[in-house]
């Protein structure tokens, strides 16, 4: 925030004020919102259509830090990971709930900047912000999310329909935004011990899909657009091995997936190395890319050959195969479900991963 | 929880290992539930109906205590108070999505005994558990719950429809859980001091309202069993006068309650008495009840007053009017909307009003 920018206190302000104040400028945008803010409820009609719901929380401290996160960008990207979710389901985000919980140290103007990228998000997205819960907390800051979105019958992609022979394809590339992390990590070790400003040049890229990622809109629509659907859909929050564990467990299937297929920006690969890290680790095992990880029946390689953007890095086996990685020297390596590691130190436990 | 009982920690066993053992016996009780646990997100079909949804955030040490709060009683109000946002649009709960932030020093045990009182109250409501994010929290518990409930066009209660001459309704009675509270905090500094342990006896019942409430489906569904239809509704968790606030000024109407038809509980007026509280203080500004607070046409007068645990306690007047409280010695005193003070000291602002 500006340094002259005028400062009000949650405690001066109160609850209905506040809510006025976020909420004021909020339009609706689809069809299926018959009411947002202001009741008890909000009401959908989705009619003849499906619906996919979906839910996020943010802890301050484990999935962000504000010395770090610009405001703006922890509002966008906590919308984001949430129509992310919601385009994994081969569907489109129609509108999002918000509960935001802050301590009261956290001025009125600190909150509207998370709500400005909330907005931003749900503009850019197509979503309407329809309701939710301000509400303080003693400690840190947490934000919970729940995104809802529209499907055709029919259309909707799950985790456990992958088929054997399948093509396996991600979308974009991966691995950036955890390397984004490590070097806001750096800095932020550099600067508290010496005070030296942080120097990102050349390190835009990586940044930016750490802090503000984006959701595949893109890519679901141009699958759609190419009358291709997914026999199976995920998104890339955890990290590839783990995706692949959900997709190949629920199936019933195996995968094998080529070391020299998998995207990674020059970016990403330059960072790891001064780091010491493998790439490949920070791309199977990373997480928070935010991309989109899909299967689909192999007589359709031609046509997702051609899909901007889109990689394809393996394919679907039987289950007694497991979940293999081939590697560029022809080695196959069993790919572990690294999993989401919350509960133990996050940052840690992905770096004993390397 | 039993002194013998495994403890588990949350590390060891893992976020896949959590979700299965949390979600392994939800059931599916709805036809609008498609897709439950275990994707991207959850899927609904709610054909012809319309679907309200409405969220709450609880945050330990904002909206309970560790201290006095039971697991399981604290994952029953968490659902109830969702379910009871419902029944306040004159809808059905159906889905319910539950968001769980937990410190690494929680066990698995105990994670599972919040889930029990929220499956608990599901089954109670009828509602699906059909998704939700469990993840760490560096410090506090935080629950961010996620209701959706089905409505018939055209059967939805607002807040901003209630019109001149309307009934006042209020199901239930007030001030209970706010002088549960009281008690609780009471009894929780006289252990700290002294090591005594509590004595609840006389006032089990409003420490139940503040443990475990309960939403007033039954009161929705006698409504519409008499075919009588809201002109307005909300239901009563800030306290009467914040929530008569919200439907007078949404409505841009004024009214008028009568102290003397306000629905006080004896062991409220009794524990009150021992705070040297004012009993109708408690009622107007105390907050939790989850009752049901509405208005009708002054037409059904004879329908409503013969619904069961329904009491008429004043009318709808002119804006220009303002919102009154007429007392027992018959003068009018102005209704102050308290509003929620959680940006404040809550304990403290709540006693400030007396």
């Known amino acids: ?76 990207k906590a919308a984001v990971v949430n129509f992310s979710d919601v385009y994994a389901m081969n569907a489109h985000p129609k509108q999002l709930i ?81 390397v984004g992390l490590q070097l806001l990590e750096r800095e932020k070790k550099v600067f508290a011990e010496s005070n030296v400003q942080p120097d ?52 019933g299937v195996g995968c094998r997936i080529y070391s020299e297929k998998i995207p990674i920006h020059t970016q990403t690969a330059k960072m790891a190395d001064e780091f010491n890290m493998d790439p490949l680790v920070c791309a199977l095992n990373g997480g928070e890319d935010y991309e989109l990880l899909f299967t689909v029946p192999v007589k359709q390689f031609e046509k997702i050959d051609k899909v901007e953007d889109v990689s394809i890095i393996g394919h679907i086996t039987d289950k007694t195969e497991g979940l293999k990685l081939q590697t560029a020297s022809d080695h196959l390596v069993d790919l572990k479900a690294q999993g989401w590691t919350s509960f133990a130190d996050h940052q840690e436990e992905n770096a004993d991963s390397k």
Chains 1, 2 share one sequence.
């Not at 400062?7 to 945008?29: H, M, P, S, Y």
């Not at 899909?209 to 190419?226: G, H, I, N, S, T």
């Open 1 to 76: 925030m500006d340094a002259d920018k005028k400062i009000t206190t949650l405690a001066e302000i109160g609850e209905f004020a506040l809510i006025d104040r976020l909420t004021k400028d909020v339009n609706i945008q689809n069809k299926s919102t018959i009411k947002g803010v202001g009741d008890d409820a909000a009401i959908l009609d989705y009619k003849d259509k499906q619906l996919v719901i979906t839910t996020d929380m943010l802890m301050e401290g484990i999935h962000f830090s504000l010395v770090y996160a610009p405001l703006k960008h922890l509002g966008y």
């Open 98 to 178: 918000v509960s935001l919980a802050i301590s009261s140290k956290f001025s009125v103007e600190a909150v509207e900047e998370i709500y400005e990228g909330i907005k931003l998000a749900c503009n850019k997205y197509q979503a309407d912000l329809i309701g939710g819960d301000t509400t303080s907390s003693l400690t840190g800051l947490a934000l919970s999310l729940t995104a809802i979105g529209e499907t055709k019958k029919g259309q909707t992609a799950f985790r456990n329909t992958a088929k054997k022979n399948d093509l396996i394809c991600v979308s974009g590339n991966l691995g950036a935004a955890y």
């Open 200 to 251: 990102f040049s050349g390190y835009e890229y990586i940044l930016e899909r750490q802090l503000k990622p984006e959701a595949r809109k893109d890519v679901v629509e141009a699958l759609q657009k190419d009358g291709i659907k997914p026999t199976s859909m995920i998104d890339v929050s955890d990290g590839l091995s783990s995706e692949l564990f959900h997709i190949c467990t629920q199936s």
